[in-house]
Nanobody
Framework: QLQLVESGGGLVQPGGSLRLSCAAS????????IGWFRQAPGKEREGVSC????????NYADSVKGRFTISRDNAKNTVYLQMNSLKPEDTAVYYC??????????????????WGKGTLVTVSS
């Protein structure tokens, strides 16, 4: 079965850290740009960060710059999102998505080839 599976979410206190993983099953991520998106309750989905297939290009939403770091390990077929200095407003379901087109992942416009089912991140004291 071809799918993306997110993991690493959970409950964390403000100021804490989490590392999310996005693992591919049934296909290789080598040629795909990967984006992380999130959706908070009652809000629209927004782009958080993305990384090109080679890992040479990355992009971040202004709200997470300096706090989140995206990386990939193609040997492990996995993309990571390291989240530091978490804030309550980071609370959301986080999804990863894959596209062969970098512009699709950067803009969030157009059809992704694959979506994960999401992992919940809750930042609360």
């Amino acid at each position: 079965q071809l799918q993306l599976v997110e993991s690493g979410g959970g409950l964390v206190q403000p100021g804490g850290s989490l590392r999310l993983s996005c693992a591919a099953s049934g296909f290789t991520l080598d040629y795909y740009a990967i984006g992380w998106f999130r959706q908070a309750p009652g809000k629209e989905r927004e782009g958080v960060s993305c990384i090109s297939s080679s890992g040479g290009s990355t992009n971040y939403a202004d709200s997470v710059k300096g706090r989140f770091t995206i990386s990939r390990d193609n040997a492990k077929n996995t993309v990571y999102l390291q989240m530091n200095s978490l804030k309550p407003e980071d609370t959301a379901v986080y999804y990863c998505a894959a596209s062969l087109e970098w512009i699709v992942v950067v803009t969030g416009v157009g059809g992704m080839d694959y979506w994960g089912k999401g992992t919940l991140v809750t930042v609360s004291s």
